[in-house]
């Protein structure tokens, strides 16, 4: 029987041999054409709408914000750089769905499911509409995803979501037995597929970031880099607006879209419905002609294997694979720290399960690896929601499915800040929230022990123990 990919064998030298020339970045932000920064803001401003945040949500945010209305006066403050955090760290996959999977959004909101798989292809085809718009150069293709099996449990999961996905009216998927799968990606590792032809586009992330601050900046949004946001707060007794401080200035806003996704908010009640998370990530060297015809992939879709501790990984335009996912690493107290970005005992693990799912790559070499944080919350989708009398919106939670959905999250939350009766803010998953966290000690023990409890689910045919029943009769459980 084919192995899982979630093995737990110790990696051999020639594993650890493959991480031994990596640079500890980015690959995605280790390019020479990296746009320089912009200034930092150095004095006060006034604006209609201040974005915090310079990630795909902001800016989505802002360059909507000024297609609705090119009048309306926009600012955008960064703590670092845009695109520096999760949006120039994640694997490229832009999905349409707007619910972390088919599964995830049927256990939650079953009667708007159409809805909501409607909604979320309408906004991949809009980023697709907005990527030819304004020339975004980030080798957007829409490929498609196979989720595959490797445990023959799964293959049986795989065939019950297209029956669910048919049976709702939804676009339906294509399952690949063996040796289709194969056909299109060759891995020993692989039982069966399912192919989402239409839902799910490959880009290079950090250039889709680059390329949306550009587009904004033409736009006539004025960005500041090196401005993280200390401080909200009213404008002053009577005053409609809002105030944010910054190192250097202020900013006087009517309104404010909060974008700060795995970093604390600045509306303190939001956060307990956020715990960060860290996911890390390798880079081979670019794959010879030989090497790539041993594995095919000719049509360059992406691919997630469908255990609990999933794995992710595409093919890029210079023909790398991207590999990454697996282990979620939570520190306890929910600190977002550049020390916590790396963590090697995952990356020993995700090289062992390369090499374990492309034997024919032995000898290729790893020319990146890198971490950090992303938000995740109990529901493992976004929720959105207004503060300070509606002069502010925030969108969070994505659970690293965010490239494609933080765009409708930017729609939600001007449809919010402007008090619009929509078809986004009728939406019950729009409407509701998850459930908070627990505090400390409570929090770190829940995760540990639910991040145990799906490992040995992985390796005992999908069977969830009690713990995992429990959490999924309270609304917690993770079926993505």
Not at 21 to 32: F, G, I, R
Not at 179 to 195: I, Y
Not at 439 to 457: D, H, K, N, Y
């Amino acid at each position: 029987m084919p192995r899982s990919p979630g093995g737990s064998d110790a990696p051999g030298p020639p594993v650890l041999a493959a991480l031994a020339d990596v640079a500890y970045t980015s690959y995605w932000l280790d390019d020479p054409g990296r746009p320089r920064p912009r200034p930092a803001l150095v004095g006060d401003e006034r604006c209609d709408l201040l974005v915090i945040g310079g990630g795909y949500s902001g800016l989505w945010t802002a360059l909507i914000a000024k297609e609705r209305d090119p009048g309306r006066d926009v600012v955008l403050v960064e703590a670092q750089e845009a695109g520096w955090a999760a949006s120039g760290r994640n694997g490229g996959f832009c999905a349409a769905s707007l619910t972390h999977g088919l599964g995830n959004g049927a256990a939650r909101w079953p009667r708007e499911l159409p809805e909501l798989e409607r909604l979320g292809h309408r906004n991949l085809d809009a980023i697709e509409t907005a990527v030819a718009r304004y020339a975004l150069d980030c080798d957007f293709e829409r490929t498609g995803e196979i989720d595959v099996a490797t445990r023959p449990h799964q293959i049986d999961e795989l065939r019950e979501t297209a029956a669910q996905a048919a049976a709702l009216g939804v676009q339906e998927p294509e399952f690949l037995d063996r040796d289709a799968v194969r056909a299109e990606v060759d891995s020993p590792t692989f039982l069966a597929g399912l192919w989402d032809r239409g839902g799910v586009a490959m880009l290079h992330p950090a250039k889709l970031a680059w390329g949306l601050k550009r587009a904004c900046a033409e736009l006539g949004v004025r960005i500041y880099e090196h401005t993280p946001a200390e401080q909200l707060s009213r404008a002053g007794t009577g005053s409609s607006g809002m105030l944010v401080r910054t190192p250097y200035g202020r900013v006087r806003a009517r309104h404010v879209a909060l974008a700060t996704n795995a970093f604390p908010a600045l509306v303190r009640r939001v956060r307990p419905y956020i715990v960060p998370v860290y996911d890390h990530a390798l880079m081979t060297e670019p794959l010879t002609g030989e090497q790539l015809a041993a594995i095919g992939w000719q049509r360059r879709q992406g691919l997630s294997d469908t255990a609990n501790h999933f794995h992710y990984f595409r093919i890029t335009a210079d023909h790398r694979i991207l590999w990454g996912g697996y282990d979620i690493v939570y520190r306890y107290g929910g600190g977002v720290r550049a020390e916590y970005d790396h963590h090697p005992a995952t990356y020993r693990t995700l090289a062992q399960h390369f090499f374990r799912c492309f034997p024919q790559l032995e000898g290729v070499r790893f020319s990146h690896a890198w971490g950090g944080a992303i938000d995740t919350c109990s529901r493992f989708s976004a929720f959105f929601g207004s503060a300070h009398g509606g002069r502010v919106a925030y969108a969070l939670g994505y659970t690293g499915l965010g490239v494609g959905a933080s765009r409708f999250g930017a729609e939600v939350m001007l449809d919010l800040l402007a008090g619009d009766d929509t078809e986004r803010t009728r939406l019950e998953m729009v409407r509701s929230k998850p459930l908070p966290f627990p505090p400390e000690p409570v929090r770190w023990a829940g995760i540990g022990l639910t991040q145990w409890s799906m490992s040995r689910a992985d390796a005992n045919g999908g069977r969830r123990n009690l713990w995992l029943k429990a959490m999924d009769r309270a609304g917690l459980g993770f079926d993505s």
